[in-house]
């Protein structure tokens, strides 16, 4: 009777197996090599990041917002990476869900994104809000345009003394190579089916009402952003917004001074006073990953949008915003 594992296919695979493995073993001489099964499920686990005891059991969820912010998946070296509103949406969806999750420490790590991402990613912690659970945002190296946008969403804005925010407004980056092509003599010609159809494109000048038509979408997008920050922040009237809202960025110390923030802070600290906010003694700060995303601390977050070989780091995360022209909530000096 002929056995199963008598195919040569499966004995070649089954050899070449291990000798990679054994491979693998004699790249760790100082310990051993583990293979295990690992889980097709890619629903999020939770990570316990620090607890003040054992026994605690009631959580804080630390829930990380950084990198260009997209509605769409973040391209990455290896793979499409995740769409950050939805990861949002479903991180705030496993701490409204759990009843021991007492509040949220929102930290954002952002100069920003695209003016549809940013206002989603703020609906949803709006929304997350009616659950009665309170969101801190806490700022971190940047939390500039979009950035702070969203931070406008959550019932307190607390910043490293470090952080840099602001950029409040609306840029749209066009690029003319009318020139450069008229050197290589080459030449673009777009049909269209009216005179602005082809309106911001790199190989047609930019006219006057095209301008003004963008002008005008760009206007009306920054009064959408001046009316977000006027409610998040009530002891700002709108003209007062105006009068921050230049583009320009704040250190945490300017923002505060103006009432763009609400305090400085540690991520000790912030931990600190949102257990004393929910009146719990004993708290657990955890966190939601994707299986095999292990974080050992709250410091312990890989840059978003980043894939690393070896010694070189390539940056995919914001090159698609910078070809194509985009309405971004962007600080993008």
């Known amino acids: 009777m002929k056995q199963r594992n008598s195919n040569p296919c499966r004995r070649r695979m ?4 291990v000798a990679a493995t054994g491979l693998l073993v004699g790249c760790f001489p100082s310990g051993g090599f583990l293979i295990k099964p690992v889980s097709a499920n890619r629903d999020l686990d939770e990570t316990v990041l620090t607890a003040d005891s054992r026994w605690a059991a009631a959580k804080i969820a630390l829930i990380d917002v950084d990198g260009i912010l997209m509605n769409r998946n973040k391209p990455e070296l290896l793979g499409d990476g995740e769409h950050p509103v939805s990861l949002l949406l479903e991180q705030l969806d496993k701490a409204r869900r759990d009843p021991r999750v007492k509040g949220v420490l929102l930290r954002i790590n952002s100069p920003g994104g695209s003016v549809t991402a940013s206002e989603l990613m703020h609906e949803e912690i709006m929304h997350f809000r009616k659950s009665g659970k309170p969101v801190v945002a806490v700022m971190t190296d940047v939390a500039a345009s979009g950035g702070y946008y969203i931070a406008c969403a959550c019932d307190r804005i607390l910043a490293h003394r470090s952080s840099v925010t602001g950029s409040i407004g609306v840029i ?5 190579v009318t020139g450069t092509m008229a050197k290589l003599g080459v030449s673009g010609e ?4 009216g005179r602005n159809k082809a309106g911001g494109s790199p190989f047609t000048p930019l006219t006057d009402e095209q301008r003004a038509i963008f002008q005008g979408v760009v206007d009306e997008l920054y009064d959408r952003f001046v009316t977000v920050v006027a409610e998040g922040r009530p002891d700002l009237d709108e ?3 105006r009068e921050l809202a230049d583009g320009r960025i704040y250190t945490a110390q300017q923002a505060l001074d103006v009432g763009l923030i609400d305090g400085i802070t540690t991520m000790r600290q912030a931990i600190a006073d949102l257990k004393r906010q929910v009146g719990e003694k ?3 700060v955890v966190a ?3 299986p095999l995303g292990y974080k050992p601390n709250y410091y312990a977050q890989r840059p978003a949008g980043r894939g690393d070989t070896n010694l070189l780091n390539i940056d995919l995360s914001g090159w698609p915003q910078r070809i194509a022209p985009r309405f971004m ?3 993008s000096p």
Do not use: E, G, P
């Open 14 to 17: 089954l050899m070449l197996a």
């Open 172 to 176: 749209m980056q066009l690029f003319d």
């Open 190 to 193: 777009a049909i269209t089916s």
């Open 239 to 241: 003209a007062r917004v």
């Open 282 to 284: 004993r708290i657990k």
């Open 288 to 290: 939601y990953h994707r």
């Open 329 to 331: 909530y962007l600080w």
